[in-house]
């Protein structure tokens, strides 16, 4: 997970209500029960509470969010793959992460939610954590991914993840973990997002995006949801002090069709903020005072595409080609035949019929969201 600067990011605290001027005594908290000394969860004993496996106090009050909870952000943690599979070495690996986020990242605490060891062990991350998590309602305002530290449950997965893969046992404890996470929050399967579709990072690797189709699938069996609930497509929704590739895919976009004064480089301003916003009237989309990238804007602004294409269309679908590990895509602006074999890769993963061709689905799975071909529901009709 990458070092950020800001723990608490303008868009949480507008968002909870406290706004600029209230950024100084932002540990003010929601309506919650006062945090007492931690006891292990009756409901989720197989969690590793902060007290548990010795976590140091916060520096400063952990804050609890206004927002609704809309999505489970997964990132691996950049560690060494050890082999170590005990629940000494999960203890220490927590202990660990929380030194680092507190005392080089200068955060004031853990900054994911949850983390998950390679042996499968399942600890609590930031301080709260488990608690919300029981009552399901009301997040901890996390440091694992500003932008959405407000509502996300960030959790951190051991290990280094760009060639290789995790091992079955924390894949068994994610899927656990997402579950519950889903049930308590109301979320869906589909609702699991990677950390660099909304951070320039190479987190969560390559190797473990690339199964991010089958996490999904796994999460969506055990939750037991019927097939047809699943929507045809689930995308990113980025908006406003969100900066990442997913964010420089938009502009591509954007330039494609007029809003050529927009520069291309993933950061979320406030000359994106317009064209936006305009480009939501002119096509009769509710126009979204945080600039949210939802459903209907993504699919009145994605062009079909194939190859002989050109353009900054093509441009944003070789850019994130190329970030997902089809190195031999170059952005170029070219729909050539190292493109096209990219496509037909992407799509394959995803379940959706190799044709090359870029649909709404295809656009949709190259940005990082979810699409109703990729589950794999077993049981569930």
Known sequence: MAVHEHEVDRRTLFRAGLGAAAAAVVGTELALPGAAAAVPSAEFPWIIDCDSWGARPPSSPIQITGNTTNKIILHHMAFP??????????????????????????????????????????????????????????????????????????????GTYITETPPEALLDSLVRLCVAVCRK???????????????????????????????????????????????????PDIWRFVDS?????????????????????????????????DFQARNGIPVDPDATFDRAT??????????????????????????????????????????????????????????????LSTWCAVVGGAVREAFHTGSAT
């Open 81 to 158: 793959n050890v082999t170590d599979y005990s629940r000494e070495h999960a203890i220490q690996l927590a202990r660990d992460c929380q030194n680092l986020h507190m005392d080089t990242n200068g955060w004031a605490d853990t900054g994911q939610h949850f983390t998950v060891s390679r042996g499968g062990y399942v600890l609590e991350g930031r301080h709260r954590s488990l608690e919300t998590l029981e009552i399901g309602e009301h997040q901890v305002i996390a440091a694992h991914c500003p932008g959405e530290n407000g509502n996300a449950i960030g959790i951190e997965n051991e």
């Open 185 to 235: 929050f109301r979320l869906h399967a589909w609702d699991i997002f990677g950390h660099w579709d909304f951070r320039f990072t190479d987190c969560p690797g390559i190797a473990f995006y690339a199964q991010f189709p089958m996490v999904r699938s796994r999460v969506l069996a055990q939750m037991g949801t019927p097939r047809h609930e699943i929507p045809p497509r689930r995308w």
């Open 245 to 277: 590739p997913v964010v420089q895919v938009a502009q591509y976009l954007l330039n494609n069709v007029g809003y050529t004064d927009l520069v291309p480089n993933g950061i979320f301003g406030l000359d994106m903020n317009a064209a936006v916003a």
């Open 298 to 359: 993504w699919e009145a602004l994605v062009p079909h595409l194939s190859q002989q294409d050109t353009g900054p269309a093509v441009s944003a679908l070789q850019l994130m080609l190329s970030r997902k590990g089809y190195g031999d895509v170059v952005v170029n602006g070219d729909y050539d035949h190292a493109t096209m074999k990219a496509v037909q890769g992407m799509q394959r993963l995803h379940g959706l019929r190799p044709t090359g061709k870029v649909d």
